[in-house]
T-cell receptor, first 114, second 113 residues
Framework: NAGVTQTPKFRVLKTGQSMTLLCAQDMNHEYMYWYRQDPGMGLRLIHYSVGEGTTAKGEVPDGYNVSRLKKQNFLLGLESAAPSQTSVYFC?????????????FGSGTRLTVV | GDSVTQMEGPVTLSEEAFLTINCTYTATGYPSLFWYVQYPGEGLQLLLKATKADDKGSNKGFEATYRKETTSFHLEKGSVQVSDSAVYFCALSDRTNAGKSTFGDGTTLTVKP
């Protein structure tokens, strides 16, 4: 049981380049989330999805887009990368029983924008 | 909105010392509460949880009690080990808001032999 898998694990982008981060979960979870983690700032929610075909904005959505075409996959896109997007990105998922169960996290993607 | 406040770190302890990491929260609803642990280079892992007042979550020697009257969920361990060195995050989840969680800023624990 792989849980939540994120690819890639590391990436260096030049300012203005685009990329897509992939999150895949094999637990049949309805809810999926993208967070970014920055030193001293905890985790901040970028976008989330409550089911296939649905997405919503979180706390810091600007500069990112997401898609959830399949239940098991949640993609995070950066259309024009900026140095301020240098961060560690975590994907998480949970079952639909809201609030009672914790998240299952992926191992993260470390992104550097130069 | 919801918020979580953790004691500022870093925290450095000697092996076998007693650990307390304070966590308080503000929430409009009746949240579930969680502690996560993050080891270097890894994602967060759920350590323990509590879903109602006076519940005690426990795992791997760690404990935390949901105190609604003081809006707190302090993490404790009686005797820490070097292997407990990690970053600990307190979090809450609003049952009515798409299961979104709000996290504290994290507390770095270093245990020295």
């Amino acid at each position: 049981n792989a849980g939540v898998t994120q690819t890639p694990k590391f990436r260096v982008l030049k300012t203005g380049q685009s990329m897509t981060l992939l999150c895949a979960q094999d637990m049949n979870h309805e809810y999926m989330y993208w967070y970014r983690q920055d030193p001293g700032m905890g985790l901040r929610l970028i976008h989330y999805s409550v089911g296939e075909g649905t997405t919503a904005k979180g706390e810091v959505p600007d500069g990112y887009n997401v898609s959830r075409l399949k239940k098991q996959n949640f993609l995070l896109g950066l259309e024009s990368a900026a140095p301020s997007q240098t961060s560690v990105y975590f994907c998480a998922s949970r079952t639909i029983t809201t609030g009672i169960y914790g998240y299952t996290f992926g191992s993260g993607t470390r992104l550097t924008v130069v | 909105g919801d918020s979580v406040t953790q004691m500022e770190g870093p925290v450095t302890l000697s092996e076998e010392a007693f650990l307390t990491i304070n966590c308080t929260y503000t929430a409009t609803g009746y949240p579930s509460l969680f502690w996560y642990v993050q080891y270097p280079g890894e994602g967060l892992q759920l350590l323990l949880k509590a879903t109602k007042a006076d519940d005690k979550g426990s795992n791997k020697g760690f404990e935390a009690t949901y105190r609604k009257e003081t809006t707190s969920f302090h993490l404790e361990k009686g005797s820490v080990q070097v292997s407990d060195s990690a970053v600990y995050f307190c979090a809450l989840s609003d049952r009515t808001n798409a299961g979104k969680s709000t996290f504290g800023d994290g507390t770095t624990l270093t245990v020295k032999p």
